[in-house]
Nanobody, 124 residues
Framework: QVQVAESGGGLVQVGGSLRISCAAS???????MAWFRQAPGKEREFVAA????????YYTDSVKGRFTIFKENARNTVALQMNSLQPEDTAVYYC??????????????????WGQGTQVTVSS
Protein backbone atom coordinates (compact mmCIF):
# COMPACT_ATOMS: atom_id res chain seq x y z
CA GLN A 1 0.00 0.00 0.00
CA VAL A 2 1.42 3.37 -1.01
CA GLN A 3 1.65 5.88 1.79
CA VAL A 4 1.66 9.64 1.33
CA ALA A 5 3.16 12.02 3.87
CA GLU A 6 3.05 15.81 3.99
CA SER A 7 5.45 18.11 5.80
CA GLY A 8 6.17 21.80 6.25
CA GLY A 9 2.92 23.30 7.47
CA GLY A 10 2.82 25.95 10.17
CA LEU A 11 1.90 29.48 11.17
CA VAL A 12 2.74 32.45 8.96
CA GLN A 13 1.73 36.10 8.89
CA VAL A 14 -0.34 37.71 6.17
CA GLY A 15 1.78 38.31 3.09
CA GLY A 16 4.31 35.70 4.11
CA SER A 17 5.50 32.55 2.37
CA LEU A 18 5.50 28.87 3.20
CA ARG A 19 6.50 25.69 1.39
CA ILE A 20 4.82 22.37 2.03
CA SER A 21 6.11 19.09 0.67
CA CYS A 22 4.78 15.62 0.05
CA ALA A 23 6.29 12.24 -0.71
CA ALA A 24 4.76 8.97 -1.78
CA SER A 25 6.39 5.88 -0.33
CA UNK A 26 6.86 3.80 -3.49
CA UNK A 27 9.72 5.46 -5.36
CA UNK A 28 9.49 3.11 -8.31
CA UNK A 29 6.22 4.67 -9.47
CA UNK A 30 5.70 7.96 -11.27
CA UNK A 31 2.78 9.85 -9.79
CA UNK A 32 0.47 12.61 -10.84
CA MET A 33 0.05 14.61 -7.65
CA ALA A 34 -2.10 17.39 -6.27
CA TRP A 35 -2.87 19.53 -3.27
CA PHE A 36 -6.33 20.00 -1.84
CA ARG A 37 -7.34 21.99 1.22
CA GLN A 38 -10.15 22.06 3.72
CA ALA A 39 -10.96 25.08 5.84
CA PRO A 40 -13.08 24.80 9.01
CA GLY A 41 -16.72 24.32 8.16
CA LYS A 42 -16.05 23.99 4.44
CA GLU A 43 -15.71 21.16 1.97
CA ARG A 44 -12.33 20.04 0.73
CA GLU A 45 -11.37 21.91 -2.43
CA PHE A 46 -8.80 21.61 -5.19
CA VAL A 47 -5.71 23.85 -5.00
CA ALA A 48 -3.09 22.69 -7.53
CA ALA A 49 -2.09 19.64 -9.55
CA UNK A 50 0.90 18.46 -11.56
CA UNK A 51 1.31 15.52 -13.91
CA UNK A 52 3.87 12.78 -13.42
CA UNK A 53 6.13 14.16 -16.11
CA UNK A 54 6.20 17.49 -14.28
CA UNK A 55 5.41 19.68 -17.27
CA UNK A 56 1.69 20.28 -16.85
CA UNK A 57 0.13 22.13 -13.93
CA TYR A 58 -3.31 23.35 -12.90
CA TYR A 59 -4.38 25.85 -10.24
CA THR A 60 -7.60 27.03 -8.75
CA ASP A 61 -8.23 30.67 -9.62
CA SER A 62 -7.77 32.00 -6.08
CA VAL A 63 -4.13 30.88 -5.91
CA LYS A 64 -2.93 31.61 -9.46
CA GLY A 65 0.12 33.84 -9.41
CA ARG A 66 0.73 33.14 -5.70
CA PHE A 67 1.20 29.38 -5.44
CA THR A 68 3.52 27.14 -7.44
CA ILE A 69 3.40 23.35 -7.55
CA PHE A 70 6.50 21.48 -8.67
CA LYS A 71 8.22 18.12 -8.49
CA GLU A 72 11.14 17.95 -6.07
CA ASN A 73 13.91 16.06 -7.87
CA ALA A 74 12.06 12.77 -7.74
CA ARG A 75 9.08 11.17 -9.38
CA ASN A 76 7.43 10.56 -6.03
CA THR A 77 7.69 14.01 -4.42
CA VAL A 78 5.90 17.30 -4.86
CA ALA A 79 6.03 20.69 -3.19
CA LEU A 80 3.73 23.68 -3.04
CA GLN A 81 5.39 27.06 -2.71
CA MET A 82 2.86 29.51 -1.28
CA ASN A 83 3.55 33.26 -1.45
CA SER A 84 1.49 36.30 -0.50
CA LEU A 85 -0.52 34.20 1.90
CA GLN A 86 -3.90 35.48 3.04
CA PRO A 87 -6.15 34.52 5.97
CA GLU A 88 -8.47 32.71 3.55
CA ASP A 89 -5.61 30.33 2.74
CA THR A 90 -5.86 28.95 6.27
CA ALA A 91 -6.76 25.28 6.00
CA VAL A 92 -5.56 21.73 6.33
CA TYR A 93 -3.68 20.95 3.14
CA TYR A 94 -3.86 17.41 1.80
CA CYS A 95 -1.54 15.80 -0.70
CA UNK A 96 -2.98 13.30 -3.17
CA UNK A 97 -1.22 10.94 -5.56
CA UNK A 98 -2.17 8.66 -8.39
CA UNK A 99 -0.02 6.56 -10.70
CA UNK A 100 0.33 8.56 -13.88
CA UNK A 101 2.66 10.42 -16.26
CA UNK A 102 0.97 12.65 -18.83
CA UNK A 103 -2.24 13.63 -17.07
CA UNK A 104 -2.95 15.81 -14.06
CA UNK A 105 -6.29 15.74 -12.32
CA UNK A 106 -8.34 18.36 -10.48
CA UNK A 107 -11.03 15.94 -9.29
CA UNK A 108 -10.56 14.34 -5.89
CA UNK A 109 -12.05 11.08 -7.12
CA UNK A 110 -9.13 10.59 -9.50
CA UNK A 111 -6.64 10.15 -6.66
CA UNK A 112 -6.18 6.87 -4.88
CA UNK A 113 -3.55 7.80 -2.29
CA TRP A 114 -3.96 10.54 0.31
CA GLY A 115 -1.89 12.00 3.11
CA GLN A 116 -3.13 12.86 6.59
CA GLY A 117 -2.90 16.59 5.99
CA THR A 118 -0.79 19.46 7.28
CA GLN A 119 -2.15 22.61 8.93
CA VAL A 120 -1.41 25.99 7.36
CA THR A 121 -2.50 28.99 9.40
CA VAL A 122 -2.21 32.56 8.16
CA SER A 123 -2.52 35.13 10.92
CA SER A 124 -3.43 38.76 10.56
Amino acid sequence: QVQVAESGGGLVQVGGSLRISCAASDRSITYSMAWFRQAPGKEREFVAAINGKGDSTYYTDSVKGRFTIFKENARNTVALQMNSLQPEDTAVYYCAAQRGYFDAYTNQQEYRYWGQGTQVTVSS
